[in-house]
Structure formats: C-alpha cells, structure tokens
C-alpha cells in the first residue's frame, strides 16, 4: 500500500520506513519559526539551539507594540536573534503575518517540515510542506535539539474538479468544504484533483490556513509548475516535491465540483457544518464592522477584489470597514496598484501588517453586541472582541459587498458591475 503525501513526508524526515495512521515518528524539522507573543510569554528561552540556520522570527501578532508588555517581548526577540545569530530576522515593517512571510520567503518548501508557535501553521502545506502549530514548550525543545514527535494521521482528501466562477474565491471554497465534511478532527486534508490548477496560489493558502478551522493536523497541497517556479524565484535553497502515491489509502474521499459553488458565508461562533450560501441566509443582517485581512485573506488577491468591489461607491453610514494586509510587501504593491487609494476614498481604514483586529488584540477591536463580516481565520465568541459580539466569515468580495451595502449580501451584482 502506498503513502499520502503527509505520510511520504514523515517518512522521509524519520528514517525513510513506510509509516502508517497510528504511528508514532521522530523526525527531523527544517524550518522552525517563532513569533512575538512566544518572546512575550513567560516560557523560557533557551541556553543553545541546534542550528540558527533553521530558525526564523517574525514579528507579528501586536505589531507596532501596544503594551509596554509587547514592546519588551520584542525587545527579547531582538536580543535573542542577535545573541545565537539568527539570521532570518522579520522586525516590525520588515516582514508582516508570519504566514505570509513564509510563502512570499520561500521559507516553507515542498517535502520539508515546519513548525511555527501560530495554529495556523498549516497554511505552508500551500507549498507541499508538512506544517503544524506547535506549543511553546514543544517549540523550545525543537529549538534545542532541531527534532519533534508526531502521531502520523490518517487523511481526508478532497478532489478537485470543474472551472471555479469568477465570484468565488478560496474562501467560499473552503467554507463549501466546512458544510461538506464538518470538522476533520485528528485527520490531515490533502488537495487533489485537475481543479487545483483553477486555483491561484493565495487561493490554496487560504484553504491550506483554514484547515486549522476544520481541526486538521496538516493540509497539503501537490507542488505543481505554479508553486515551483515561484519558489524559484524567491530562493536558491533545494527542494523536492512530494506526490501522494496512486494507491494511497484515505479515511474519507470528497468530491468538489468548483463550477457548483456559489458565495458562502459562515454564522457566527463556529466553522464546521454552519455554513451556507450568502444567499440562503434566512434574515437581513446589518452589520457594525467589515474585515479585510489576517494571514488567510490578506493577501494581493484580497485587496484587488475588494477594491474591485467598492470602486465608486461608499462604505455605509453607520460601518466601519478595515483592511489590513498580510505582509508589508503586500501593503507595497497594493499602493503601486491603486488599491489603497480605491479603498480609501470608499471610505475603509487601512493599517499596517499585523495579526491585530483578527485576534482581538488592537487595530479593529469589536465592541458589545455589535456585528462583524470577517474574512479572517476564525468566528468565535471574543475573538474578534466582545463576547456579546457576533462574527459572520465569508470572502473578502463578500465582505467589501456587505461593507457597501450595510449588511450582509452576496457579492456577484457588485463584482459584475465592476468588471
């Protein structure tokens, strides 16, 4: 019997046996990224590491600091990445969202493993990698002795086919998948199937993010030319893609035909099996605030739709729309084209790259009882802010839409007119 690509991965990073669901491995990690909020905790930082090559910071959860408390945690990073000489060092205006920075740096490669301190560290397997959030501890013993532990995962995979519409983007995708399959939990996903070539590459990172919102340990796509010639662009570092084999075995197999999909939107305070088409949503709701951003949909893709959106209209009296990029080169060239100055003049608040509003901790906080459309990565009570609040996700299409219109609505009529 043949391996998944999660599996061949494991394999290769634990001594090269064939590994099987129910195994435990010890592999050897490639990349091992930590961020803000770990320097700012109180876990220990270590004595030595194994290799400073391996290692990256990036700065990006409450950036620029808003406490005293960040701006010391920041302090420790500096002074941590000088002191073992880490030379892959993203400080505030530098990188962004640690996600992003990853993909854009090259930093996660097909048939490595990489860990990161942040849940959604899944969000490299865009690139064919093996990737998982890791605790504070688990990442400091990585740091030291360059290996962790897994219990390899049996595996739900999700085919591909059919011309996805121009109205809908990977969020709708994976919110269609959320009703499909529910939570996945103690499986990893793998994409598959001829409608991965429909998808752009901010596309399969935001499906590859948003696996962390189904529970799943990895979700990995297949490196094809698309993600190849990128990676050639952006690094010189070797790397070997990683197919699943033919006769591979699955836990569970899931159809997708993209041409079926409409719109979605998730209701508030949970992912999986609440989900439903923009259109189905059985009563009008207004909404308070409108979110643009995070590591899953802050990207180039996210402003150029939502600008598309709102070019020649206004937000709504009443609304607060922000937008915030996923990374500082995203913010660049999303000014070079326009973009922020279409979203400004419609009256949305842009910030700096930061993790903030999507996490509660600053730059779009949401009070009592109001209501948010997010295209961020979760929708629970307090994430975004008040407990009392209520998050709806969708795209950022439909979240620009509903920015405009001053509720919730499907996108399709703003971007037709708007071509």
Same mark, same amino acid.
């Given at each position: 019997m043949g391996m998944t690509m999660a599996e061949k991965i494991l394999s290769r990073h634990s001594g090269g046996s064939r590994v099987r669901p129910g195994d435990i491995v010890v592999c050897d990690v490639d990349k091992i990224v930590q961020i803000d909020l770990t320097f700012a905790a109180t876990a220990p930082m270590p004595k030595r590491i194994a290799d400073p090559h391996k290692i990256v910071v990036i700065l990006d959860h409450a950036v620029p600091a808003p406490t005293i408390a960040d701006a010391?945690?920041?302090?420790?990073?500096?002074?941590?990445?000088?002191?073992?000489?880490?030379?892959?060092?993203?400080?505030?205006?530098?990188?962004?969202?640690?996600? /992003?920075?990853? @993909?854009?740096?090259?930093?996660?490669?097909?048939? /490595?493993? @990489?860990?990161?301190?942040?849940?959604?560290?899944?969000?490299?397997?865009?690139?064919?990698?093996?990737?998982?959030? +890791?605790?504070? @501890?688990? +990442?400091?013993?990585?740091?030291?002795?360059?290996?962790?532990?897994?219990?390899?995962?049996?595996?739900?995979?999700?085919?591909?086919?059919?011309?996805?519409?121009?109205?809908?983007?990977?969020?709708?995708?994976?919110?269609?998948?959320?009703?499909?399959?529910?939570?996945?939990e103690g499986h990893n996903i793998e994409f598959g199937g001829p409608g991965v070539a429909e998808l752009t590459l901010d596309d399969r990172a935001t499906l590859a993010t948003m696996g962390a919102e189904l529970s799943a340990e990895f979700a990995t796509f297949p490196a094809d030319q698309r993600v190849v010639e990128h990676l050639r662009s952006v690094t010189r570092e070797t790397f070997e893609a990683i197919e699943s084999d033919p006769d591979a075995t699955y836990s569970a197999a899931h159809d997708i035909d993209l041409s079926a999909l409409r719109p979605y939107v998730a209701r508030p305070d949970f992912i999986p099996h609440n989900t439903l088409p923009v259109a189905e949503l059985a009563d009008e709701v207004p909404i308070d605030q409108a979110f643009v951003g995070s590591c899953a949909n802050g990207k180039l893709e996210d402003f150029r739709i939502a600008a598309q959106v709102v070019r020649g209209r206004k937000v709504a009296p009443g609304v607060r729309f922000i937008v915030t990029p996923a990374s500082q080169r995203v913010l660049k060239e999303a000014v070079h084209r326009g973009y922020v100055e279409t979203l400004l003049e419609a009256g949305a608040v842009v910030t700096n790259s930061t993790c903030g509003a999507c996490y509660g901790g600053h730059l779009g906080i949401v009070g009592p009882n109001e209501v948010c459309i997010t295209s961020s990565t979760r929708n629970f009570k307090g994430r975004m802010g008040s407990p009392s609040a209520r998050i709806y996700m969708a795209s950022s299409a439909t979240v620009a839409a509903s920015a405009i219109a001053g509720r919730i609505c499907d996108p399709t009529t703003y971007l037709e007119d708007n071509p």
């Open positions: 010391e945690g920041q302090s420790i990073a500096r002074r941590f990445v000088r002191q073992f000489g880490v030379e892959k060092f993203y400080d505030v205006g530098r990188g962004g969202i640690c996600h /992003q920075v990853i @993909l854009e740096n090259g930093i996660a490669l097909p048939g /490595q493993i @990489l860990t990161c301190t942040d849940s959604h560290t899944c969000a490299s397997g865009a690139f064919n990698c093996v990737a998982r959030g +890791m605790g504070p @501890l688990e +990442m400091l013993q990585i740091m030291c002795t360059g290996k962790t532990w897994y219990q390899v995962a049996p595996t739900v995979k999700f085919e591909l086919r059919g011309r996805k519409p121009a109205n809908i983007f990977g969020k709708d995708v994976f919110l269609h998948l959320a009703a499909v399959a529910g939570s996945v």
